[in-house]
């Protein structure tokens, strides 16, 4: 049991360049959250999904797009990346069991962009 | 979802227990109270939450008083590895997403 994984572990883009972050969780958990960390800022959320092809808009989801086509994977993808995307990106899931079921978080993907 | 706050930093003995407030005194009755750590350059982590009750498991304990305007996370036995930042999140049953705050970070010396 896995849990929630990220892959890549770390990536360095130029400006302009696109990219995709895959998480996968392997504990059947319907619902699946994209945040970013910067420093001083905590972590905000991007986007999340509810369930399998499903997906919804978080606090911070400009220049992001995410696809939710299999229940265990939600990717999140740059289309152009900015140097202002350049942030540690944190997945996180949890099952359906009412709204008092803990998040679990993967280990983060660092992001920089030049 | 109601705001906490939470001392920026505390300090700890190694073997120690560590008690971590956390005032939230705009909690509302369906509101849990979640704790998370973050050691550092990993993803958050999981602690323990709760209602109203007081709970246990084999990570710490989480006290919550009777008005339920505050919380304490316990660590029976603090140790190096525990020197983390603590997130104390207040959360909604219909609120899909965490808020996480500046936390407090405990450093555990030896």
């Known amino acids: 049991n896995a849990g929630v994984t990220q892959t890549p572990k770390f990536r360095v883009l130029k400006t302009g360049q696109s990219m995709t972050l895959l998480c996968a969780q392997d504990?059947?958990?319907?619902?699946m959250y994209w945040y970013r960390q910067d420093p001083g800022m905590g972590l905000r959320l991007i986007h999340y999904?509810?369930?399998?092809?499903?997906?919804a808009k978080g606090e911070v989801p400009d220049g992001y797009n995410v696809s939710r086509l299999k229940k265990q994977n939600f990717l999140l993808g740059l289309e152009s990346a900015a140097p202002s995307q350049t942030s540690v990106y944190f997945c996180?899931?949890?099952?359906?069991?009412?709204?008092?079921?803990?998040?679990?978080f993967g280990p983060g993907t660092r992001l920089l962009v030049l | 979802d109601a705001k906490t706050t939470q001392p920026p930093s505390m300090d700890c003995a190694e073997g120690r227990a560590a008690n971590l407030p956390c005032n939230h005194s705009?909690?509302?009755?369906?509101?849990?109270v979640y704790w998370y750590r973050q050691i550092h350059s990993q993803g958050p982590q999981y602690i323990i939450h709760?209602?109203?009750n007081n709970e246990t498991n084999e990570m710490a304990s989480l006290i919550i008083t009777e008005d339920r305007k505050s919380s304490t996370l316990i660590l029976p036995h603090a140790t190096l590895r525990d020197t983390a930042v603590y997130y104390c999140?207040?959360?909604?049953?219909?609120?899909?997403?965490?808020?996480f705050g500046k936390g407090t970070l405990l450093t555990v010396n030896p």
């Open positions: 996180a899931s949890r099952d359906l069991a009412g709204g008092r079921s803990a998040q679990y």
């Open positions: 504990m059947n958990h319907e619902y």
């Open positions: 999904s509810v369930g399998e092809g499903t997906t």
């Open positions: 705009t909690i509302s009755g369906n509101e849990y």
């Open positions: 709760g209602l109203k």
């Open positions: 999140i207040v959360k909604g049953g219909s609120n899909y997403k965490l808020t």
